[in-house]
């Protein structure tokens, strides 16, 4: 496999939420704005990457009965680093991500990569894959959270797009379900949808 | 009285799958009978109280005596893992029936986000062993309620006519999403 095979493939074919439904959780939890879809998107990359790079270094040392707990070690210290840092320099995102930030350690997409890739491929590999995954859950995420904030919000990135009627007091009348749990369960169900039919024309 | 708020929040107005989105993963994907369902709510609250307890003793008498609390997140994910191959193990002497019913959802647990989520939140919520205790447990009936609502709503679906583009896992979706919105009336009850 051609290493641009090995990068994109996580981007379209083999995206992370469109198409293998992997790591759910913060997808629907945090994507309530596009800058939060892709705060979340951005660290999970950083953990993805660098634990795919650990992991296919020390592979050969890990013995085969421990090496899912071995993996979850690696995975933690790489969130633990996020959390701090991110708590040190970007606190206002930290607070909007809360509880969702040490959940990167549980999210199957980390895992999955270090057991289905990374303890069998080189280091290039690895990294590759690791960028070319988490490059793919960022899209995923940001058009997620940029949808619902545009529905709900009326804003995207934060800038307002006036695209809604306002009340008496100038506050745009939007759909604000769009921002509450419901929304996000129904606008990836349509996103789903959306994507699969993409797939399907280019393949 | 603060039980009986704990509880009603837990389960009805902040459910953790529905609300809050931990341990969408299983709902997703093994929430498609009801007996099924009922297996993998039963594994969860076993492990999902045990781990509650176990991290909160940790957390008092541990992390917070030797200020290292930002060991959290590594402390409390080699516990629920260890745990959770524990249970396996002692449930397989103890009560075989049991295992049985509960043993191919065990190893599931590990990265079901609801399990360290709600054990995280109990620290976070600054509760005391009783009150992470009655957490844990609501929150486990919260998760088991709607894991079985939906297993139901998704029998009833193989039988109707969907669009073959939304057929699976979008639908499921969208029902998750029409779920989430009745739990929305429960909003204010506290």
């Known amino acids: 496999m051609s290493q641009w095979k090995n990068f994109s493939k996580g981007i379209f074919k083999e995206n992370a939420v469109f198409v293998l439904f992997l790591g759910l959780c913060p997808t629907l939890g945090v994507t309530s704005s596009a800058i939060n879809g892709l705060g979340m998107g951005l660290a999970t990359t ?49 607070e909007q991500l809360g509880l969702f930030i040490p959940l990167i350690v549980v999210n199957c997409l980390v895992l999955g990569r270090s057991e289905a890739f990374a303890s069998k491929n080189s280091v290039l590999s690895s990294i590759i894959d690791g960028v070319g995954m988490g490059l793919g859950f960022s899209i995923a995420l940001t058009i997620l959270g940029g949808v619902r904030e545009i529905l709900g919000s009326g804003t995207i990135f934060g800038f ?22 419901p929304g996000a369960f129904i606008a990836l169900g349509y996103l789903i949808v959306l994507i699969n039919k993409i797939n ?4 | 009285m603060d039980y009986i708020i704990i509880i009603i929040s837990a389960i009805f107005v902040n459910n953790i799958l529905l609300a809050q989105f931990l341990g969408v993963c299983p709902f997703i994907g093994v929430s498609s009978k009801v007996e099924t369902s009922i297996g993998m709510a039963g594994a969860v609250t076993f492990v999902m109280v045990i781990a509650t307890i176990v991290t909160y003793l940790l957390q008092k008498y541990v992390l917070e005596a030797f200020g290292i609390t930002f060991m959290q997140t590594i402390t409390f ?39 360290l989520g709600v054990a995280i939140l109990a620290v976070q919520k600054d509760y005391n062993l009783i009150g992470s205790v009655v957490f844990a447990i609501s929150n486990a009936i919260g998760f088991g309620l709607a894991l079985v609502i939906f297993a139901g709503l998704r029998e009833h679906m193989d039988m109707v006519n969907i669009p073959k583009g939304m057929k699976g896992v979008p639908i499921a979706f969208v029902v998750a999403g029409l779920l989430a919105l009745a739990f929305m009336g429960f909003t204010g009850l506290v």
Do not use: W
Not at chain 1, 54 to 78: E, L, T
Not at chain 2, 83 to 96: C, H, R, T, W, Y
């Open chain 1, 46 to 94: 950083f953990v993805l990457v660098m634990s795919n790079l650990v992991v296919s270094i020390v592979k050969s040392q890990i013995p085969d009965k421990v090496r899912i707990p071995s993996f979850i070690v690696i995975i933690a210290s790489f969130v633990t680093m996020v959390e701090l840092v991110m708590q040190a320099y970007i606190p206002a995102l930290f």
């Open chain 1, 160 to 181: 307002n797009l006036h695209m809604f009627p306002v009340d008496e007091e100038g506050n745009p009348i939007t759909m604000i379900v769009f921002v509450l749990a």
């Open chain 1, 200 to 203: 399907k024309k280019n393949a």
């Open chain 2, 77 to 115: 994910i080699l516990v629920i893992a260890s745990l959770v191959q524990l249970v396996e193990i002692i449930l397989k002497k103890v009560s075989p029936a049991l295992y049985q019913a509960l043993g191919i959802f065990l190893p599931l647990i590990t990265t079901n986000c609801a399990v």
